[in-house]
């Protein structure tokens, strides 16, 4: 008897914590943590807590040269979201029209407008985003103090941008951190330094989306179908806010109103408003189906997402090759190119992860490996690699940095490739971490190297002008 009493009492224990436990993963979700590619960097760094800049080292190693690639930072809504939040204000209206206030409606309904309302232009980037980029820049100056310890020269330290506005922003940011204390301006002693910009018609590194025809239309192509994919979603939601709060919601009432709670949750820190009228098992639906959208858009949906963007891994790739000839040949530091610093867009990001084949389990990376298609990331509560939060927030950026080492090591030079400021294995290099140069160059920039720019995506070529007209 007294054995049972004590099982009893075990197996009541045994329940309790497991309750605890549940309710403290309850407690422990964040919407913030969930917003797709409106996720700010914030949250994803917090989220990897104290491993951010863990790294393993290469006995007797040191960086020789950094190519970063950086989204813009945090922004606001662009002119067309704020015209969709101000419909939603008045939709809401309507909404309420004829119903009491009840325990149901949510009070915030009540008066509503959009915080961006008035606003007569949107995307530029807000003081949260210069923030992002300008404690990146101190951090990757810290990190790597020995590739910083040039006197500025934009021939070292080359800072390139897209000719939008939020880019070109964030690359000030970034720099104004990098290079803080060793000027003479100002109170921060800050330094002046260069960004170069290329036209949009004509940026095949970092806007190569632009001057892509084929893609171009194979987005046109395939936006109505990823709306076909998401409607079940919407649907699902739809009916459930509906019963939930006794209103009359449509399916695009509820796309905006995810929207809105991924602009208040991100730029203003509010989470219990938009965000508060969907569960957590609802919010993982919505980011579900925005990634989806992402992966068939701009990622592993179709090779052309990505194999448009081999003009920037080659950049990448001959900014290695230089800095190794420069060391080989003996040049004097302050000579040659010690980091090449771009600054861009989703648009750019993503399809780069892909020409680097991250984000896959290894049957998926043996896929592409042979050009075949791969399977759309599965719907929750099913795990996967592919979240736009994670690839893709404001502020994510690739560090690929290239280490000399050791004449007695298996390889002089090797690759490491930080994602968000944190080291990720490479599956075009058996998983590693660190990858030996020639490797790197083999199975992984080679193979995209063979698909041409202009052939991929039906480029025209132009045509020449007369020499008269030309002089």
């Not at 000027?183 to 910009?197: D, Q, V």
């Not at 080492?405 to 058996?430: A, F, R, W």
């Amino acid at each position: 008897m007294k054995n049972m009493t004590a099982t009893i009492a075990q197996l009541a224990l045994l329940i309790l914590c497991i309750s605890a436990s549940e309710l403290a993963g309850e407690e422990a979700f964040d919407v913030r943590n969930h917003l797709s590619t409106v996720t700010r960097y914030g949250a994803v760094t917090e989220s990897a807590g104290n491993s951010l800049l863990a790294s393993n080292s290469l006995e007797g190693c040191k960086p020789i040269h950094l190519n970063l690639l950086a989204r813009h930072g945090t922004r606001s809504p662009t002119k067309k979201r704020i015209k969709e939040l101000n419909n939603l204000s008045a939709r809401i209206k309507v909404l309420l029209q004829g119903a009491c206030a009840t325990a149901k409606t949510p009070g915030w309904f009540w008066g509503w407008e959009s915080p961006w309302k008035g606003n007569l232009k949107g995307g530029e980037l807000i003081s949260k985003g210069e923030e992002e980029l300008y404690s990146l820049g101190i951090r990757v100056r810290e990190r790597f103090s020995d590739l910083f310890d040039e006197e500025y020269h934009s021939d070292v330290y080359s800072i390139r941008a897209t000719q939008v506005p939020r880019a070109a922003a964030s690359a000030v940011a970034f720099g104004m951190g990098l290079f803080s204390w060793r000027g003479s301006l100002g109170p921060g002693r800050n330094g002046a330094f260069a960004i170069s910009t290329e036209s949009r018609a004509s940026d095949l590194q970092l806007r190569f989306y632009d001057s892509c025809d084929n893609y171009k239309d194979f987005r046109k192509s395939q936006e109505p179908a990823v709306d076909e994919l998401k409607k079940p979603i919407l649907k699902e939601i739809t009916l459930g806010l509906s019963k939930r709060y006794g209103l009359n919601f449509t399916r695009q009432d509820i796309a905006s109103l995810w929207f809105l709670c991924k602009q208040e949750a991100s730029l203003l820190n509010v989470t219990d408003q938009a965000c508060g009228l969907f569960n957590p098992s609802e919010v993982v639906l919505l980011e579900w189906a925005d990634d989806m959208e992402v992966f068939i858009l701009k990622g592993y949906g179709k090779s052309l997402n990505y194999r448009m963007g081999t003009p920037l891994l080659e950049d990448v790739f001959q900014a290695m090759e230089l800095a190794i000839k420069a060391r080989e040949e003996g040049h004097p530091s302050g000579s040659y190119e010690k980091a090449r610093l771009r600054f861009a867009h989703a648009e750019t990001i993503v399809p780069f992860s892909c020409l680097l084949g991250l984000f896959l389990d290894k049957s998926e990376f043996e896929r592409i490996q042979k050009e075949l298609p791969l399977q759309l990331p599965p719907r929750p509560p099913q795990g996967r690699n592919w979240k736009a939060s994670r690839v893709a927030p404001f502020a994510g950026n690739y560090m690929m940095v290239l280490h000399s080492c050791p004449i007695d090591t298996s390889s002089k030079y090797y690759v490491q490739v930080l994602h968000n400021e944190h080291p990720i294995e490479m599956p075009g290099c058996g998983y590693a971490e660190f990858c030996p140069f020639e490797v790197f160059k083999e199975r992984i920039v080679q193979p995209h190297l063979k698909h041409n720019f202009n052939t991929v995506c039906n480029v025209k070529p132009r045509a020449e002008f007369p020499k008269s007209m030309k002089k």
